[in-house]
């Protein structure tokens, strides 16, 4: 198995704020690489695929870096709508997994 | 409109067996991979098992593998996990989930229908 570390687990932030979270693989995965949000009683939606691609009517406040093992995942000017728990999942190997989550919090 | 939707969750006992289903629409169905995921109640994600868009190549995650056992039929447009020896940490809600291509490594998770909860306990 690839475990995929994520960090921090939470974080405080404001509104117009910057985060940036970061997922560390094992080993490389290349840039398979994807990033999910997940709101309260909702299922997860992907946000940025193979590292760095945003999906479709994803806002660009969100993006995506790295490769090989390190990985982060950045929010600009963050809106009431971004507070939700963000998730990042490796492609390369099988089995896939998921790292463990970062809660972005007010 | 593209979705997904699961049933066959419930309320189950240890030791025994259920079978999950996803319904498929909107798209082209036999084209692209399918997966489930669960999330145990205030947890994370984690996958459970995949296939590829033709059956030809499965795959499943270590803490179910030989218990769990994936399949699809691309003329119901279906999706199915059969779930044997249930055991509480099972107890998750299931998610039905689609990928953007017909393989199920190095891609990502599209689309995702809304769960269905399974429960096990005596």
């Known amino acids: 198995d690839i475990p995929m570390t994520q960090s921090p687990s939470s974080l405080s932030a404001s509104v117009g704020d910057t985060v940036t979270i970061t997922c560390r693989a094992s080993?490389?995965?290349?840039?398979?690489l994807n990033w999910y949000q997940q709101k309260p009683g909702k299922a997860p939606k992907v946000l940025i695929y193979a590292a760095s691609n945003l999906e479709s009517d994803v806002p660009s406040r969100f993006s995506g870096s790295g490769s090989g093992t390190h990985f982060t995942l950045t929010i600009s000017n963050l809106q009431p709508e971004d507070f939700a728990t963000y998730y990042c999942q490796q492609s390369f190997y099988a089995p896939l997994t998921f790292g463990g989550g970062t809660k972005v919090e007010i | 409109e593209v979705q997904l939707v699961e049933s066959g969750g419930g309320l189950i006992k240890p030791g025994r067996s259920l079978r999950l289903s996803c319904a498929a629409s909107?798209?082209?169905?036999?084209?692209?991979?399918m997966h489930w995921v669960r999330q145990a109640p205030g947890k994370g994600l984690e996958w459970v098992a995949g296939i590829s868009y033709n059956s030809n190549s499965i795959g499943y995650g270590d803490s179910v593998k030989g218990r769990f056992t994936i399949s699809r039929d691309n003329v119901k447009e279906s999706l199915d996990l059969q779930m044997n020896s249930l055991t509480a940490a099972d107890t998750a809600l299931y998610y039905c989930?689609?990928?953007?291509?017909?393989?199920?490594?190095?891609?990502?998770?599209?689309?995702w229908g809304q769960g269905t909860l399974v429960t096990v306990s005596s």
């Open positions: 080993q490389t995965i290349i840039n398979y």
């Open positions: 989930v689609k990928s953007p291509r017909g393989s199920t490594s190095l891609n990502w998770f599209a689309l």
């Open positions: 909107g798209f082209t169905f036999g084209d692209f991979a």
